[in-house]
């Protein structure tokens, strides 16, 4: 099969689509014909040497993928998927290749509606988002959630779940243009993070009773001024840095709590919870509509350089694809 390599830390040009070993599912695990993945900033972070795989997981880059069930591995006979379901994955790795190997338990059906290769789009964010703010925040109907980055993958899909959640929904993004389509989407609150203060109109919405955040250290303070007594901050990425100073008198008067969290390196067992947390509760969303992928283009997964060079400029709303 071909994969794509990085062969040398470094820029986009070190992504190489090669001629490499089809991968052999291991006990509980299933063979899956790709036929799309995505882009995501921990596959640029990978790439730049930031980001190694957890031990055991893929060399590749590529943290998801949907295809077609090709062989199932030792150990799945009763899992009930068979050869030739379509089918999308959350992954550690190996996203950016002809064939992958995934646990069973990481698999889920292509929702209705959505096409095989779209569904490319949804597995990384949805497992992202339903993780971080129902099982770490516990963000409830009625509540106020600022989602830093709302023009990323993350960023559209979070701001979708929230609303069908019943909350109220803040953004940060960097044009106008990301802030529309935020909009379009149920955002309310809209901030342009390049010439506003995020604090400040926060604290005029009345503060936020969940952050989800991607830029770390950065932005520790300013969210934690942000959030309404009882506020909970979730860390999900570290964009601005991996460490600050915290006031944690005003987190004691204000009873904040801080939680930083990451999907890749979860055991499996805790990856297949997710998973089937998101097959009971967000999946049905998606098939009614109410929830959608949101994809900002595809590319041909041979020239994921090009996929990386726009999810490096900021340049896209939502999901950037590869496909074969």
Known sequence: MHAIRITEPGGPEVLSWSEVPDPVPGEGEVLVDVAASAANRADV???????????????????????????????????????????????????????????????????????????????????TVWSNLV????????????????????????????????????????????????????????????????????REAGGADVVLDIMGGSYLDANLRSLATNGRLVIIALMGGRSAEADLGRMLVKRLSVQATTLRSRPREEKAAIVSGVLEQVWPLVEQGVVRPVVDRSVPMRNAAEAHRVMETSAHTGKILLTR
């Open 45 to 127: 972070a990978q790439r730049q040497g930031n980001y190694a795989p957890p031990p055991g997981a893929s060399e590749y880059p590529g943290l998801e993928c949907s295809g077609t069930v090709a062989a199932l591995g030792p150990g799945t006979g009763e899992s009930g998927w068979s050869v030739g379901d379509p089918v999308c994955a959350l992954l550690s790795g190996g996203g950016y290749a002809e064939k992958v190997s995934v646990p069973v338990g990481q698999l889920l059906p292509v929702p209705r509606g959505v096409d095989l290769v779209e569904a490319a789009a949804l597995p990384e964010v949805a497992c």
């Open 135 to 202: 099982m770490v925040a516990g963000l409830r109907a009625g509540e106020t959630v600022l989602v830093h980055g709302g023009g990323s993958g993350i960023g559209t899909f979070a701001v979708q779940f929230a609303r069908a959640l019943g909350a109220r929904v803040a953004v940060t993004a960097g044009s106008q243009e990301k802030l529309d389509r935020c909009r379009e989407l149920g955002a309310e609150i809209l901030i342009n993070y390049r010439t506003e203060d995020f604090t400040e109109r926060m």
